[in-house]
């Protein structure tokens, strides 16, 4: 390249022999210095024999201190290549080289990446490189690259919660309507709220929101979105379909989206009449399982019972069922379903409650049942799961009732046995426990057991016998 076309291309001083003809050399070397971040002296066998830093982060990294080092030597193991490409362009040549850009290893931190033009400036090899600091750049380029993957991070939750709601919107059970608040027109329904009012509205995108109520509703309506726009809440109100008459609750709930207002409007029929799909698929559910299943008013009377119920209370139909008391089967007296309500009202719920499921023709379960109160829906209630637990109240072992063998199994046979059978069965628990304490403490010494208690020997092994504590031989009998 020769001086003109370098001129050309980098716009070099026009006369610089005539304008800085006596510059010497302590004045150059400012002028680099000056102009550049580092510059250095590097002869021909690309050894760095002068140092200029005009950076403080460069001083601070050490980098004046590279005197009698190679340049090869001073950057990263993939720079090396391009300090060989700049010393072999800038060899025979007075021109201005392109710049390189190199990176220098640094201890405070990331790698220093440094921007190198080189000229050659004397007959024997000598050259100059004049260097930019680019870390400025690097970190604004790096807050750049943080400050996009943030972005994108933000927009992939605000992506992800999208369509978390766009699908809760399309599988909700509750008819669903978003209608523009300026012009009352339906944006968007979901599928529920195109089912439930398929046969009254053909197509409801589009279509103002108060025209498919008739005139008496569309002024509760109006005055009920108008409280909504102003307060932000009011409360539900009824309102009719224009053709079917089919009335429903209608609540509204104000929200923003793009700066554009919008209502979010949920449609529930009055009448139990129109169920959901998914209702009638959760109802269908708990008709099938295994456990019994009860539905009653708050006064324990049944609304619905499902067929496990059914068969342990031995009944034919759910109908025969309708109205009756749940204490009818439920409990060993009445006393048990009025302490299950009791604790429904005070805690909502209630968990393996033990008692007895009582059938029609005289049989008997016992069951565990958890219990919960609903009491803030359209219609409260108690729902009751009943389940069997396997357990017989009293074993039978060789044609004779076994013993209970501790306070709970007695207790539990509260209101099973009359107070006689009780009486007489602690009065075993207690001769049965002695005998195998004696026993115990006499090493199973019969004859000693007997004298401690106050026993002759055929009493005791009478008593052995009864309750069927150890082995008795002939000898013992004989005895």
């Known amino acids: 390249m020769d001086t003109q076309s370098a001129r050309a291309a980098l716009d070099l001083f026009r006369a610089p022999k005539k304008t800085l003809g006596d510059l010497d050399a302590e004045a150059a070397s400012r002028l680099i210095a000056a102009a550049a971040d580092i510059a250095l002296v590097i002869d021909s066998k690309g050894v760095i024999r002068d140092v200029a830093v005009g950076n403080e982060d460069l001083i601070k990294e050490g980098y004046g201190k590279w005197v009698g080092q190679r340049w090869l030597d001073t950057v990263t193991v993939e720079s090396r290549e391009k300090i060989e490409d700049l010393l072999r362009d800038a060899a025979g040549s007075k021109d201005l080289q392109r710049s390189r850009q190199v ?15 080189v000229v050659e400036v004397s007959d024997n090899g000598r050259v100059v490189a004049v260097g930019r600091s ?13 400050t996009h993957q943030s972005m994108e991070r933000e927009y992939a939750r605000l992506r992800h919660a999208e369509t978390r709601y766009r699908l809760l919107f399309q599988v909700a059970s509750e008819a669903v309507l978003v209608v523009d608040a300026s012009s009352m027109r339906i944006v968007e329904s979901n599928p529920s709220a195109t089912r439930l009012l398929s046969a009254a509205v053909k197509r409801l995108g589009g279509r103002s929101f108060p025209e498919i109520f008739d005139a008496d509703s569309v002024k509760s309506l109006q005055a009920h979105l108008a409280a909504v726009r102003n307060v932000g809440r009011a409360e539900d109100v009824t309102a009719r379909l224009v053709d079917t008459k089919q009335a429903f609750t209608v609540s509204a709930s104000l929200f923003r989206q793009e700066n554009v207002s919008h209502f979010l409007i949920r449609l529930s029929p ?12 959760v109802f269908d559910f708990v008709d099938k399982l295994p456990d019994g299943f009860v539905v009653t008013d708050l006064d324990c009377r049944v609304l619905k019972a499902n067929a496990a119920f059914l068969e342990l209370a031995q009944i034919a139909s759910e109908e025969q069922a309708a109205s009756e008391p749940l204490s009818r089967w439920l409990g060993r007296h009445d006393v048990d379903v009025k ?13 393996n409650f033990a008692t007895i499921v009582r059938g029609e023709y005289g049989s008997s379960e016992d069951v565990e049942v958890s219990a919960v109160s609903v009491e803030n829906g359209e219609a409260p209630c108690l729902g009751f799961t009943i389940r069997l637990t396997g357990r017989k109240a009293m074993a039978v072992s060789n044609g004779r009732r076994e013993l209970p063998r501790s306070v709970e199994q007695m207790t539990e046979l509260v209101g099973r046995v009359s107070l006689k059978e009780l009486v007489r069965d602690t009065t075993d628990i207690i001769e049965r426990l ?3 304490a004696a026993l115990e403490l006499t090493g199973d010494n019969r004859a000693s057991a007997a004298e401690m208690l106050g026993l002759s020997r055929q009493g005791l092994y009478s008593k052995l016998r009864r309750y069927g504590l150890g082995d008795l031989d002939g000898d013992d009998l004989e005895d």
Do not use: F, M, T
């Open 339 to 351: 302490v299950l309500a009791s604790n429904l009202k005070e805690r909502g719920s209630i968990r």
């Open 270 to 281: 009055v009448s139990g009449v129109a169920l959901s799909h998914s209702k009638s698929n």
């Open 103 to 117: 990176n220098h290893p640094s201890k405070r931190g990331p790698d220093v990446p440094v921007r190198y033009s």
């Open 134 to 146: 680019l870390r400025a750049i690097a970190a604004l380029q790096q807050r750049l690259v943080e």
């Open 434 to 436: 002695c005998i195998e």
